[in-house]
């Protein structure tokens, strides 16, 4: 049909797919949220029934196409928390259209040379085990053996299976896998949630005999810009495992933020871990169901009492919720030289790098650190931030000053010039 140029995978799963087997938001009988919900082994009672604690109610169309059953057993309190580990991410933010081949082809009748613009896809992925990586066009979903299968609207309209190691940050780079969106109306390239097709699935399979049926799924739509080209904007994610399928939802302010690449007129007191409100403490806490990390756990009890309203997006919040990271203790050595360093930084009035936190309820032999920093590794002290915007200010201005002096010295060049012609 023209759309891929690629190399066929053998062996597509293929699945029977009816449109009664689509389950949507709002339901048109019986109720779609219960009364209470798991969270950390707890139970904990919904305050509103009816609405999705962790995103728009519209968000949950994604999740699966019919229902699932799932018997959860509430833990013991001497019981440790199983917790869910997603072996393959796809970095949602790195999806793109990156190349664009040209081919001419001349025309028999006009006898004249046309170009015809094609893309690759790129992405960057992190993957714990092997796995393997499909792309499928206009695709519908379904469910075969606790596995999700995925069939597109054509049998060529798939790309061939790639395989990769694992490793973290690699690149889905395949320049035998081309597509041409123009071959399609720019309406099918968008989502309809009534539809069951989706125009872009990129699914990434692990290749793990201890994880069978364990896939993160990227789904994407194509946008036509002004200049007529193409853009790849991802939709959402989600994640198979365990014979169950998990919507996965980003956390806004949870990416590592310092100004090594931040310009010099952007807002520092932005690009650091601190809570928002009062400036010294970590960020820790989520507001739900915006999904802003951007308070401590002290100024999101005080915003409880006195607003209801998230400090970022000004939504109303109907919950909190506190996320904290653990790490294994460092050594001796290593502790001590970080604890130098943390009371230098408060001796000169930097109290960015020696944020302290709350360390109640950490198993023995872990600590409590920042959530920002243990995802994302240390962020640049404030102090130090400081210093670096000031200094590349300075260059700046020295430069402006510099090229002012060398339009001053080649004018007065000129006019002696002109005045000795004369």
Known sequence: MGLIQSRRSNGSPESDQTSSNIYKYPPKTGNYFGSHFYMGGEKFDAMRPDAFLFGENEDLNFLANKLFSYSFTAPQTNEPIKTLKSLINIRKDSLKFYTKVYFTSPQLQQQQTTTQTLYNIEFTFDSDVKCAITIYYFATEDFVDKQVVYK???PDMNSETFHYKRGSNQVFSQSTHIVDPSKFPDSQWQYDPVKETIPIVIQCDAEDEEHVGHSHILYAVVDKIVDGSYILRPLKQKQMMNGLC???????GIENKNTESAKPDEDIDDNGSECIICMCEPRDTVILPCRHLCLCNVCADNLRYQANNCPICRAKFRALLQIRAIQKKKPASVAAATATA???????????????????????????????????????????RQVMVMMMTIIIIIIIIIIIIIIIIIIIIIIVIITVAR
């Open 342 to 384: 943390a009371a230098r930084d408060v001796g000169s009035g930097d109290t960015s790098s020696a944020l302290s936190t709350n360390q109640d309820g950490v198993p023995p032999g872990y600590e409590a650190v920042s959530l920002v920093e243990a995802l994302n590794g240390p962020t640049l002290p404030h102090r130090a």
């Open 152 to 154: 597109p609207r054509d």
């Open 246 to 252: 998990y919507l996965l939802q980003e956390i806004y």
